[in-house]
């Protein structure tokens, strides 16, 4: 038998190196994210490994996975923490190594293999650490899943069985680069800026954009797990910005910069200036709508409403499906409704068939972003920017909240914003327009200024986006009034960036 986990453990103590730690708050939405060492200990990634191994046996798939890590100071032993885990629970084990995220879904079709479990804290700060599963390839798990994971591992119901195994599948990322290189060349000559912050997108990014035939201006791509100059984000203004600067030292057609475990890109024009992710996905939306008339798109609820306004997009009939935010959600919302591409603000863009699998990969990304550049001889990056409806947009903003308070909080503010709605308030000085609750809730006025409050599903924060078609002078006054509703609860704290 293997000891029930406890929710914490003092270090340096013979109980925290005999019994398995996991903090409950870990099992988020669609993944799991705790501080290492703090939340979880080695004995608690054991713990997980073996409560996976029991949920595939109880779900019905084939006990044999695919896993890898990302590159933190970290990923590796707690990799080999998780396979033990799964071998005692009888699952055959398949590692690709370090590994982004995307190539560890990659491998469940090209090793034919059922499940997946990516070592990765992502965009987190150093110290954390997660795990990306699924158990139906395309999609990953969601709410029930997490939820059934959790109940199993700390209650310690555990399934052990033999027939586990373990195999090094040996360099698997040239399997992967070959995959996604196996498409025609870029015809149009262009100079790359690839970022990498640091991060394991280094080891493989611009080997792979090379491939395609642009010059590749390499920025920050030596793997270094003390991110020595930031986090590996590219939601984060410090990262865009950085970016911005060596486009316009170099003179390059395009920025492409990929987050810690390469399942995001981020994207800055020739004139060096920020496009935030949603209006990429417009712009890929246009062009790829083009080719495929009559698209249906699945997006998050924090992305701009060009998606269902855009004049271009609507002329070659594309639908656009408001989601849940989050990848497992959109994900499994691009697969059930066979749509060609999800697009998140965060930089998650799902290609779906015949353009993708299904999952998020930000090599994919910016393979897309340059097949749209070659497709478009005539016109530069800014160009095709220029071309969108003007829109005036907040980054995603991040005020501290306790992970047991969040979601509690986005109850109260959803209830205010409702009972403003039914008592007919206004604001921004205009009538509220609509409320979409489906994720935390938007609220939209009369001249389509809209404000977003939501929890975040892998941080203890929430998430606060706002946007105006009409005016800056808008967009910020609705980031005030959402405010203003935030700061009536006391356990709100400060924002990680503000406009």
Not at 155 to 183: H, Q, S, W
Not at 254 to 277: H, K, M, P, S, T
Not at 358 to 364: F, N, W
Not at 441 to 457: F, I, N, Y
Request: glycine share 10%; proline share 6%; charged share 25%.
């Amino acid at each position: 038998m293997f000891p029930k986990p406890v929710p914490s453990l003092v270090t340096n103590t013979y109980a925290y190196e005999s019994s398995p730690m996991v903090k409950p708050t870990g099992f988020r939405e669609y993944d799991a994210r705790w501080l290492f060492e703090k939340e979880i200990n080695l004995m608690g990634v054991q713990a997980l490994g073996l409560g996976l191994g029991t949920l595939l046996h109880e779900m019905g798939v084939k006990p044999e996975l695919a896993t890898g890590h990302d590159f933190r100071s970290y990923s590796a032993s707690i990799k080999y923490a998780l396979i033990t885990g799964l071998m005692a629970a009888g699952v055959k084990v398949h590692d690709i190594g370090l590994a982004l995220s995307p190539m560890a879904y990659f491998a469940q079709f090209a090793l034919d293999v059922p499940a997946v479990a990516m070592v990765t804290a992502s965009h987190n700060d150093n110290g954390w650490t997660g795990v990306k599963m699924g158990a139906q390839r395309p999609v990953t798990f969601g709410p029930d899943e997490m939820g059934r994971l959790r109940d199993i591992v700390l209650a310690g119901k555990f399934r052990m069985a033999d027939g586990g195994g373990y195999r090094f599948v040996e360099n698997f990322p040239k399997t992967y680069i070959d995959d996604l290189c196996d498409r025609p060349k870029i015809k149009r000559k262009l100079k790359v800026v690839a970022a990498c912050g640091n991060g394991t997108a280094g080891a493989f990014a611009p080997q792979m954009l090379e491939r395609l035939g642009v010059e590749v201006i390499p920025m920050d791509v030596e793997l270094d797990w003390n991110f020595p100059k930031y986090n590996p984000n590219p939601e984060d203004l410090e990262m865009l910005h950085a970016m911005a600067a060596k486009v316009k030292e170099t003179g390059a057609d395009v920025g492409l910069g990929f987050d810690g475990d390469g399942d995001r890109c981020g994207v800055v024009d020739n004139n060096g200036d920020e496009i935030f992710a949603d209006k990429i996905g417009v712009m890929l939306a246009r062009d790829l709508s083009k080719l495929h008339p009559g698209a249906t798109f699945v997006v998050d609820v924090k992305s701009t409403g060009l998606f269902a306004t855009d004049p271009v997009l609507k002329a070659q009939g594309v639908k656009a499906d408001y989601w849940k935010t989050g990848h497992s959600y959109i994900k499994r919302r691009v697969t059930d409704l066979k749509a060609l591409a999800g697009f998140e603000k965060s930089g998650h863009f799902f290609f779906n068939a015949p353009v993708g699998r299904g999952y998020d990969d930000g090599l994919l990304t910016a393979i897309h972003v340059l097949e749209m550049l070659d497709r478009n001889p005539a016109k530069s990056m800014a160009d095709l920017y220029a071309d969108l409806p003007r829109t005036w947009g907040s980054p995603t903003m991040s005020p501290h909240c306790d992970d047991e308070k969040k979601y509690g909080i986005v109850d109260k503010v959803t209830k205010r914003f409702e009972a403003m709605h039914a008592k007919g308030e206004k604001l921004l000085g205009q009538p509220i327009r609509d409320l979409v609750t489906v994720n935390g809730v938007r609220v939209t006025v009369e001249d389509g200024t809209w404000g977003l409050v939501r929890a975040s599903s892998n941080k203890p924060e929430l998430v606060v986006v706002v946007e105006s078609p009409a005016s800056e002078a808008n967009m910020r006054a609705m980031f005030k009034a959402v405010d203003a509703v935030l700061r009536e609860n006391p356990e709100v704290g400060a924002y990680n960036q503000t406009i």
